[in-house]
């Protein structure tokens, strides 16, 4: 009898115990407590089989998967005995592996829909690896032989045997797939924490590590902190003090807040192994994302892609600044990133200027829509961004479009590239020699400041992203380290620390230059883009620039955008380096830019210029007001007023009265001519 059967049996107590008991004699009360024991005793038995029964069970269920193909033999035997009975039974064997064979297909290899996509999209499924989609249809056909056989002889002997042959055989890789691991046991690395870590006056005190998991460069675990005393902020500052205290490289410990966010908790990765030691290929450009605008561009130490985001659906274009020292694999990293948007499917189109007359990206200066080879083409170049920029936010202010509730609407306050009007990608290599221009900065603070909204993307590429690098604009800086913020070994120690605005674990001039078996650590770095983390990452290498940088077309902007980029480089004084021939602008668009409305004005012929056609007109008349100027020239009023106020600076023209004006030195007192 059970230990808890045992305990002397009390008397009911309270009214209705007396009401049960009361007036009884000794014997008559004994023989009540019997029967109750003699109950207890049968439900007793009863309760330990149910015990057994649940324990079987739940045994069962929580080793399914280890069981599976006892379980799979179990049920094809019942399946053989009744289609070996029924009449049919083989054709019926048939359709039944057809249609099994249809589902398994779509479980591999099918696609299934992305929920809240509008319309409804559909992405393939992860693939199993070559070995397990062998493994998947060797067993679905061999189940598939063993039913057709019992519906054709009968279930009964020999097939049972060959059926528990088979599952033998067959089920030795499921086993060892499955098979229950040992839980890592107490080891060094939990007593180091408590003794260099957690203890008092350490970097830590009162912190604890749980959920360990072994990784396959290392272990990782989480960190519990004491609440109210230290925060994941807390922890990721004691990177360096946590790395001393295992004995290992600063890179290779990686603290990170966890993907709860709880303040109180931290992610730790310790790495025996570095395997950002190797060089990873990038695979092609053809993993840009063209629904999310992302594109994976390296590899953090856990595997994880770091990915980069050109545009943010719903929003628009995302800045960007890559910064690094000579030899960190600037080059090589903006070098990829052009090789996306040349092959982005004319979703992107890339102007590059590079000071160093090309040398910095030299595959890639005759294959982009514009390039410019010098510090003041690089402002030209800005000029024309400018001018894309104002003409797309007219256009896009007045387009007419249909919401997705089937309602026409005027105007969008957000941009999504489209083969009909690209996402244009401005990129500044060696920033620093181009914002010594304070024409340049401005020109960048506004293109900042007001490009996202319709699709224009500055990337700036510099050593060290310091304000003095940066023409000293702090509202520049902010704006493309508000979007992609990519940071290669430095060799400032302020450089990561001031485009990470404090948060990173480890200044990016700690990173080594060499790995211990001496190869380059070129693309080693850290990066806040679409996978915003603290931890290491190494962009990919792209083993055939050239190849990529000739493959394909070069991408070109819409006919609008590309005029507003023509006429203000030919004021100037320049042209469009990389596209010759003219482009003009479609039918009916001509009234909203303001430059396209000069394109056919009758003093092109004369004047190249905007200015020198309003200096010559006045030159061959004695006062002119500023309408009846915009009326001969058929230029437009707030271009001649901006023409004629810059002339009046330079003291090339005068105002005689308001409205009106003269050449400078210009006395004679003739009336204006109509």
């Excluded at 460069?217 to 003090?241: N, Q």
């Excluded at 290929?281 to 999310?292: H, I, K, V, Y």
């Excluded at 080879?373 to 007045?398: I, K, P, T």
Aim: with cysteine.
């Amino acid at each position: 009898m059970s230990r808890r059967y045992r305990q002397p049996y009390r008397m009911p107590s309270g009214r209705h115990g007396a009401r049960r008991l009361g007036g009884l004699e000794p014997w008559e009360t004994a023989a009540y407590f019997h029967g109750l024991h003699m109950r207890y005793r049968r439900r007793w038995w009863l309760r330990q089989a149910w015990r057994v029964v649940r324990w079987w069970l739940r045994f069962c269920w929580t080793r399914r998967r280890p069981l599976a193909p006892l379980y799979l033999a179990l049920v094809l035997q019942v399946l053989g005995l009744v289609l070996a009975s029924a009449a049919g039974g083989v054709r019926t064997t048939v359709v039944l592996a057809a249609l099994c064979a249809a589902w398994l297909g779509w479980r591999l290899h099918g696609r299934v829909p992305v929920r809240g996509a509008r319309p409804l999209m559909w992405t393939r499924r992860a693939t199993p690896d070559r070995n397990r989609l062998l493994y998947a249809w060797g067993v679905y056909a061999a189940a598939t032989a063993w039913l057709v056989t019992a519906a054709a002889i009968g279930g009964g002997p020999p097939m049972p045997g060959f059926l528990v042959l088979a599952v033998l055989a067959g089920g030795v890789p499921w086993w060892w797939h499955h098979r229950i691991r040992q839980a890592p046991a107490l080891g060094d690395w939990a007593a180091i924490w408590r003794e260099r870590v957690a203890a008092d006056s350490a970097a830590l005190p009162g912190s604890q590590l749980t959920e360990y998991a072994p990784m396959k460069a290392g272990w990782s675990a989480t960190i519990e902190l004491p609440p109210g005393k230290s925060t994941t902020s807390t922890a990721v500052a004691a990177t360096e003090r946590i790395a001393s205290a295992y004995g290992k490289p600063v890179t290779s410990v990686v603290i990170e807040p966890t993907a709860s966010g709880d303040a109180s908790r931290a992610r730790l990765m310790v790495l025996t192994t570095n395997p950002l030691q190797g060089v990873h290929p990038w695979p092609g450009p053809q993993l840009l994302d063209a629904t999310t605008g992302t594109a994976p561009v390296g590899v953090y130490p856990d595997a994880e892609q770091a990915a980069y985001r050109f545009w943010q659906p719903g929003s628009g274009a995302v800045h960007g600044l890559v910064a690094g020292t000579t030899g960190a694999g600037k080059s090589q990293f903006v070098g990829m990133l052009l090789a996306y948007e040349r092959h982005s499917g004319r979703l992107i189109v890339s102007w590059v200027c590079d000071p160093q007359h090309g040398q910095s990206l030299p595959d890639w200066m005759d294959h982009v829509d514009f390039a410019a080879r010098s510090a003041e083409e690089g402002v030209q170049m800005l000029h024309m961004a400018r001018a894309v920029m104002y003409a797309r936010n007219r256009y896009l202010a007045d387009v007419e479009w249909t919401d997705e509730q089937g309602r026409r609407r005027k105007g969008r306050a957000s941009f999504e590239p489209t083969p009909e009007m690209p996402l244009l990608s401005v990129t500044v290599e060696e920033a620093h020699a181009v914002f010594v221009y304070d024409e340049a900065v401005k020109l960048a603070e506004e293109i900042g400041k007001m490009g996202r909204k319709c699709g224009v993307s500055l990337r700036l590429i510099t050593q060290v992203p310091l304000l003095s690098q940066l023409g000293n604009s702090m509202t520049l800086r902010d704006a493309v380290a508000g979007g992609n913020v990519i940071v290669l070994r430095t060799a400032n120690r302020l450089s990561g620390q001031v485009a990470f605005n404090g948060t990173l674990p480890v200044d990016p001039a700690q990173l080594p230059r060499r790995f211990p078996d001496g190869s380059s650590t070129s693309g080693l770095g850290f990066m806040i883009g679409a996978t915003d983390r603290q931890a290491p990452m190494r962009g990919f290498f792209d083993v055939d620039p050239f190849g990529w940088a000739t493959a394909g077309e070069t991408n070109t902007l819409d006919p609008y955008s590309s005029r507003a980029a023509e006429l203000a480089a030919r004021k100037a004084g320049t042209g469009y380096r990389n596209r010759p021939e003219p482009v003009s602008c479609p039918a009916g668009t001509e009234e909203a830019a303001e430059v396209a409305s000069t394109a056919d004005a009758p003093w092109r012929d004369a004047y190249p210029t905007a200015r020198e056609a309003i200096l010559g007109y006045l030159q061959g008349r004695r006062r002119a007001t500023t309408g009846v100027i915009a009326r001969d020239l058929d230029v437009p009023l707030p271009t001649v007023s901006k023409t004629l106020g810059r002339l009046a600076a330079a003291g090339l023209v005068s105002p005689v009265r308001r409205g009106v004006w003269a050449v400078a030195g210009d006395d004679r007192d003739v009336e204006a001519s109509a």
